[in-house]
């Protein structure tokens, strides 16, 4: 069984400062894929950033960077120059068979970040 | 604004009674699926609908049931509601086709408050 563990209840980032979000998961399957959502105060569920467990160069959206440890199962998001408006919970995610796009996603329990001014 | 609708947007009912949630996909996604989101177990995968027909279930408890639709609007009844099922549901929806990441993109979900 799959399982994503996201042991940082709650953080704390000055603006404009960078912060990481960990992630660590566990599976038996040789292929999957991991993502990053962002869920704001208003609820909804925001796509970030995707890594393959075959690629290999880390993913890299905008402010957005995973830092994927394969060996040490860990897929840590970075938030670069932090703004207000990355204040919400984060989820990490994780889909077995990443080639194939028909598969639910299993969640982690969460992070909530919060930018300081 | 991801593309997937889902209404109505809350919803508050009594405890014994039964709901209708309803999800309209993003234009061409074949994927539908269902999560639930609480204080206590997080974000759980409830069914999963392809194309009409079930694809895989996850924690879905047998008071409730899902169906997909030849247009592809999906709905998810709720039945003999306890407290316990107060929950925000998401629907999401993706494309299968030419290669990863095949995002979920999730609608706006549905706040569910059971008394």
Redesign the interface.
Known sequence: AQKITQTQPGMFVQEKEAVTLDCTYDTSDPSY?L?W?KQPSS?????LI?Q?SYDQQNATEGRYSLNFQKARKSANLVISASQLGDSAMY?CAM?PR?????????????TRLSVIA | DSGVTQTPKHLITATGQRVTLRCSPRSGDLSVYWYQQSLDQGLQFLIQYYNGEERAKGNILERFSAQQFPDLHSELNLSSLELGDSALYFCASSVVGSGPPYEQYFGPGTRLTVT
Do not use: D, Q, W
């Open positions: 894929g993502f959502y609820g909804e569920m925001i796509f995707y393959g989820f889909r990443a080639r194939s796009g028909n598969t639910p996603l299993v969640f982690g329990k969460g």
